[in-house]
């Protein structure tokens, strides 16, 4: 099993930056990638940025070059740097891990709410 804790959310005007961090515990050594989904009100969860262990990155094409995707593999945390905020960032955030055993394993926090007023 691996846990997920994130934090970092919270209230900020558009343009403005947060950054998200996520630790994860738990059977952690054979995590693969690490990544980053958001939910907004009635719309589906979508991803917005993967790294793996080795450190490749992908992007939804509406975050790219503002979001930044970053991992710490001593630590088990993988954070994302959020610049030049946009209303339509406003969402759960949601931190999501994968790992392969036996099978595909997925896992995903708890969420945390970033808000960006216009």
């Known amino acids: 099993q691996v846990q997920l804790v994130e934090s970092g959310g919270g209230l900020v005007q558009a343009g403005g930056s947060l950054r998200l961090s996520c630790a994860a515990s738990?059977?952690?050594?054979?995590?693969?990638?690490m990544g980053w989904y958001r939910e907004a009100p009635g719309k589906q969860r979508e991803l917005v940025a993967t790294?793996?262990?080795?450190?490749?990155?992908n992007y939804a094409d509406s975050v790219k070059g503002r979001f930044t995707i970053s991992r710490d593999n001593a630590k088990s945390v993988v954070s994302l740097q959020m610049n030049s905020l946009k209303p339509e960032d406003t969402a759960v955030y949601y931190c999501?891990?994968?790992?392969?055993?036996?099978?595909?394993?997925?896992?995903w926090g708890q969420g945390t709410q970033v808000t960006v007023s216009s």
């Open positions: 999501n891990a994968v790992r392969y055993g036996s099978g595909r394993f997925e896992y």
């Open positions: 738990g059977n952690i050594f054979s995590i693969n990638a």
């Open positions: 790294i793996t262990r080795g450190g490749s990155t």
